[in-house]
């Protein structure tokens, strides 16, 4: 379906074209949401260096060649060039039940679908997910969905730190508890991790044994990779009840990691130096990107083979490009790594491009976030200094929830609203819980830092997630009471400011989704979500619903309904649950 957006794009690309000619044809008319009209067109603005006009003068003309007499009340101009759309209610209504009718919700498909591969979450074997695991995590899923929705093919890939020398150790270790492992399940895999390095630092026998069952492991020992895998499965185990528990869409069968693309490594460094672009320097091989300099204006390499022989992260990370390039078919990659990574990925993107796999129209991109604070300011710690495990802060915040949905269950019980039952409680805290974290991490500009405050995540009011699960809930519950009634939502017409001003809101859910989808940023979907829910409120203040005439009160109920879809789809492609009873 069209969005009011879309149509009205089309009206004005005729008029651009009629007025200055086919040059101008797929130009950006500008449209936005204004304060001084339904719809605001910088064009005449935006175009003056095309145009040559005074910014005046091309709105006249454009005004003049604009056929919406069937769409706008009036158009006018204002300030230096602006172009202020009043709606009919008459359009407005029509899109909007249009739009209440199409099960993707006004959401259109790519004109050109992608093929994208989405590199999230990334922990490394034998170490449990921590807060640092968190924002790659929850930003990368928010993304393979909202890219999905759109119409594109989405790969996910988790690169797990899978292989190395650490490993030789890891084995060992795991080999002196002996059967206990297998009953215990590894237990803490911080621990067994630290009791590993720890016995590696203080014990020279230890370390013998491990370094050469490293060099066992890498020479494809049987015995020895059993073991590796009972680790990287143990692991595995770990990550997918906190996936599970966070709703990640991510699967097992999604793990690309270091071992996968251990048998391309020489082959990556026999291509690039065949090319000529890969270089002897100090015993290393290297690839040197143009345009890089270290402190001394010194080029920086990417080291693809150590002087020892070994390979390091860039030969992986060239290994796995190309593979998302070649084999995958990927015309988009997206990295979600945190900000400190920006030099070293785009070393690998322009050896990629120096080596024939990275070229249009195939991109790659670096989805740079910031860091996870504690009130103090400084990283997110456990009172005893430790990384905060994401399993114990998903517990953390259950056992807050938990306090929350069930004081807001006594009040509404209170003043005899419905309320969600005692036996649904904890599922209602698990939702908001998980709202509430991934909602306080999206809300913010993703390349910067923001700080973690469960007070301020679980307020009900404000832009939070909780709050905007109450208004879903709210949308829910005027819904329920209408079908107990024998009420049933009808044919949208548009009288009231408010509900004028509702309907253009949910007219925007499309071109918001493909914002996100282009921008990559998951702000902008907060931002309207709360904007949405905040015009909701207004509606509901000032509109009757039940108590209205028969024909308002099935309009009405037609705009709760869709009001209702678009909440729970739009926070679905954030990964937060929309309860209907809360």
Same mark, same amino acid.
């Given at each position: 379906m069209a969005s009011i957006v879309d149509i009205l794009a089309q009206r004005f690309e005729r008029a651009l074209v009629?007025?200055?000619?086919?040059?101008?044809?797929?130009?950006?008319? #500008?449209?936005? *949401?204004?304060?001084? %009209?339904?719809?605001?067109?910088?064009?005449?603005?935006?175009?003056?260096?095309?145009?040559?006009d005074n910014p005046r003068d091309a709105a006249a003309k454009i005004i003049a060649a604009l056929d919406v007499a069937d769409l706008c009340e009036r158009v006018e101009m204002s300030g230096p060039g602006f172009l202020n759309l009043?709606?009919?209610?008459? &359009?407005? !209504?029509?899109?909007?039940?249009?739009? +209440?009718?199409?099960?993707?919700?006004?959401?259109?498909? +790519?004109?050109?679908?992608?093929? $994208? $591969?989405?590199?999230?979450? /990334?922990?490394?074997?034998?170490?449990?997910?921590?807060?640092?695991?968190?924002?790659?995590? =929850?930003?990368?899923?928010?993304?393979?969905? $909202?890219?999905?929705?759109?119409?594109?093919?989405?790969?996910?890939?988790?690169?797990?730190?899978?292989?190395?020398?650490?490993?030789g150790m890891l084995i060992e270790h795991y080999l002196d508890l002996g059967e206990q492992v297998g009953d215990t399940a590894i237990g803490d895999l911080n621990e067994f991790y630290r009791a590993a390095r720890a016995k590696f630092d203080t014990a020279p026998a230890f370390a013998e044994r491990a370094r050469k069952r490293v060099v066992l492991l890498q020479g494809g020992d049987e015995a020895t990779l059993q073991f590796w895998?009972?680790? $990287?499965?143990? /692991?595995?185990?770990?990550?997918?009840?906190?996936?599970?528990?966070?709703?990640?869409? #991510?699967?097992? /069968?999604?793990?690309?990691?270091?071992?996968? &693309?251990?048998?391309?490594?020489?082959? =990556?460094?026999?291509?690039?130096?065949?090319?000529?672009?890969?270089?002897?320097?100090?015993? +290393?091989?290297?690839?040197?990107?143009?345009? &890089?300099?270290g402190k001394e204006g010194n080029p920086v390499p990417l080291i693809i083979r150590k002087q020892d022989g070994g390979y390091g992260y860039a030969t992986t990370d060239l290994a796995a490009i190309k593979y998302r390039l070649l084999e995958l078919g990927a015309t988009r990659i997206l990295y979600v790594v945190g900000a400190p990574q920006a030099q070293h990925l785009t070393m690998i993107y322009k050896a990629a491009e120096m080596a024939g796999w990275l070229k249009p129209p195939a991109r790659a991109q670096h989805v740079a976030f910031g860091s996870v604070l504690g009130e103090d300011g400084k990283m997110l710690k456990s009172r005893a200094? @430790? /990384?905060?495990?994401? #399993?114990?802060?998903? @517990?953390?915040?259950?056992? *807050? %929830?938990? %306090?929350?949905?069930?004081?807001k269950a006594s009040e509404r019980a209170s003043a005899g609203e419905e309320a969600v039952a005692e036996g649904d409680l904890q599922s209602v805290a698990h939702a908001v819980a998980i709202s509430a974290i991934k909602y306080a991490d999206f809300s913010a500009d993703r390349v910067k830092d923001y700080v973690f405050s469960w007070s301020r995540m679980l307020a009900t009011i404000g832009n939070t997630g909780p709050y905007l699960q109450y208004a879903h809930a709210r949308t829910r519950s005027i819904l329920r009471k209408a079908e107990a009634a024998g009420y049933t939502p009808g044919t949208i017409t548009i009288t009231a400011p408010e509900e004028k001003a509702l309907a253009l809101a949910l007219g925007s859910f499309g071109a918001v989704v493909h914002d996100v989808a282009a921008s990559l940023e998951p702000h902008r979907m907060c931002t309207y979500l709360y904007e949405l829910a905040s015009t909701f409120s207004s509606f509901w203040n000032a509109c009757?619903?039940?108590? !209205?005439?028969?024909?308002?009160? !099935?309009?009405?109920? !037609?705009?709760?309904?869709l009001t209702a879809k678009v909440l729970e789809r739009a926070l679905?492609?954030?990964?937060?649950?929309?309860p209907a009873r809360m």
């Open positions: 009629t007025v200055y000619g086919p040059e101008l044809k797929g130009a950006d008319p #500008m449209l936005r *949401r204004s304060d001084h %009209a339904d719809f605001q067109s910088n064009a005449p603005l935006s175009l003056k260096k095309r145009t040559g009043h709606l009919k209610g008459s &359009f407005i !209504a029509e899109t909007t039940a249009v739009q +209440a009718s199409d099960e993707r919700l006004g959401i259109a498909l +790519a004109s050109t679908p992608e093929t $994208v $591969v989405v590199d999230y979450s /990334s922990p490394n074997i034998a170490k449990e997910l921590h807060a640092g695991h968190l924002r790659s995590t =929850i930003i990368g899923d928010a993304l393979a969905r $909202v890219l999905e929705q759109v119409g594109n093919k989405v790969i996910r890939q988790n690169h797990l730190g899978d292989w190395g020398t650490p490993f895998k009972r680790l $990287v499965d143990e /692991s595995k185990r770990s990550f997918r009840a906190v996936y599970d528990k966070l709703g990640i869409t #991510m699967k097992d /069968s999604d793990a690309a990691g270091e071992s996968f &693309f251990n048998p391309r490594l020489e082959g =990556i460094v026999k291509e690039l130096t065949d090319k000529g672009l890969a270089v002897e320097s100090e015993g +290393a091989i290297c690839v040197f990107p143009p345009g &890089f300099k200094g @430790d /990384s905060v495990t994401l #399993m114990e802060l998903l @517990d953390e915040g259950e056992e *807050r %929830a938990l %306090a929350v949905v069930r004081e009757p619903v039940l108590k !209205a005439e028969p024909a308002e009160r !099935a309009s009405r109920l !037609a705009l709760v309904e679905g492609l954030l990964g937060i649950e929309a």
